[in-house]
């Protein structure tokens, strides 16, 4: 079964700590991407890669960083330059083509940062 | 004191009814619009999308219209079940070329079927 899978679900670290959160694809989407969810609010995009070794900054890219080794992976880390981290990450991917195409996410992971 | 953004807009529909969620999108050039749902602890799930060259599409139980006039999307759910439960986003995108980059969420509604 394809999909995407983020771990862990659940992720507690003390602040000052730096902490990097997994997301493999096996969809074979050349696009990946991460955005944070708080509550009560709509998604944020923090970086995006539309192909390997390359990566751009989203909206709120600051006080994290990424990497795309592989077409399969683009971890997350969140640095302890973040100043307000605890909330629901989710990464997604998706095709590139000509036409738009719809995300598809994973099942999060919920970072608490005290 | 509390923030509005942690209450979302609520629909309380009748197990059985139909279902209709609005979404005011906000750039007149954005060409791509997609609804999602949103179950509790997990991440969103596609469910429909609609180009900006047509005005309605159909899928199984959804109906999603584009109302570009006015700049308006709604998600129709026919015949809404307790397991439609959950939250629903819309998106648009103004990117080109099938980047993803300029997706912008809507804050979502929360839908809750009463059996």
């Known amino acids: 079964d394809g999909g995407i899978t983020q771990s862990p679900k659940y992720l507690f670290r003390k602040e000052g700590q730096n902490v990097t959160l997994s997301c493999e694809q096996n969809l074979n989407h050349d696009a990946m991407y991460w955005y944070r969810q708080d509550p009560g609010q709509g998604l944020r995009l923090i970086y995006y890669s539309q192909i390997v070794n390359d990566f751009q900054k989203g909206d709120i890219a600051e006080g994290y960083s990424v990497s795309r080794e592989k077409k399969e992976s683009f971890p997350l880390t969140v640095t302890s330059a973040q100043k307000n981290p605890t909330a629901f990450y989710l990464c997604a991917s998706s095709i590139l083509s000509g036409d738009n195409s719809p995300l598809h996410f994973g099942n999060g992971t919920r970072l608490t940062v005290t | 004191g509390e923030s509005v953004g942690l209450h979302l807009p609520t629909l309380s529909v009748q197990e059985g009814d139909n279902s209709i969620i609005n979404c005011a999108y906000s750039?007149?050039?954005?060409?791509?619009f997609i609804w999602y749902k949103q179950e509790s602890g997990k991440g969103p799930q596609f469910i429909i999308d609609i180009r900006s060259n047509m005005d309605k599409r159909q899928g199984q139980r959804v109906t999603v219209l584009l109302n570009k006039t006015v700049k308006h999307l709604s998600l129709q759910i026919a015949a809404t079940q307790p397991g439609d439960s959950a939250v629903y986003f819309c998106a648009e995108n103004i990117g080109v070329g099938g980047s993803q980059g300029n997706l912008i969420f809507g804050k979502g509604t929360k839908l809750s079927v009463k059996p």
């Open positions: 750039n007149s050039a954005s060409d791509y």
